[in-house]
């Protein structure tokens, strides 16, 4: 089983930064993109950044120039540097993946279980 593991949330006020991580561990033949997803409360999951296997990024309009996402690929893991964080960035941060466990498999996207981001004004 492939396990997908967020650190590194918590409770900061506004215009401060905070540093995600998240690790993936288990059977893990090569991993494809990796991304960091939040869900704000009552609101649907939404898409925040992306990077692909040879480092290529993406991110969404609402966080550009505020977060950066970075990988390492010796160490299965995916960084969220976010800055200048504003109360609207509260939310619980996913990380996500999409792993392949064996040359004979597809890739799987494999989720974690989040870690609360809480920004106070």
């Known amino acids: 089983q492939v396990q997908l593991v967020e650190s590194g949330g918590g409770l900061v006020q506004a215009g401060g930064s905070l540093r995600l991580s998240c690790a993936a561990s288990?059977?893990?033949?090569?991993?494809?993109?990796m991304a960091w997803y939040r869900q704000a409360p009552g609101k649907q999951r939404e898409l925040v950044a992306t990077i692909t296997s040879v480092g290529t990024t993406n991110t969404a309009d609402s966080m550009k120039g505020r977060v950066t996402i970075s990988r390492d690929n010796l160490k299965n893991m995916v960084y969220l540097q976010m800055n200048n964080l504003k109360p609207e960035d509260t939310a619980v941060y996913y990380c996500?993946?999409?792993?392949?466990?064996?040359?004979?498999?597809?890739?799987?996207?494999?989720w974690g279980q989040g870690t609360q981001v809480t920004v106070s004004s």
């Open positions: 996500n993946a999409d792993v392949r466990e064996s040359y004979f498999r597809d890739y799987v996207s494999r």
């Open positions: 288990g059977r893990i033949f090569s991993i494809n993109a």
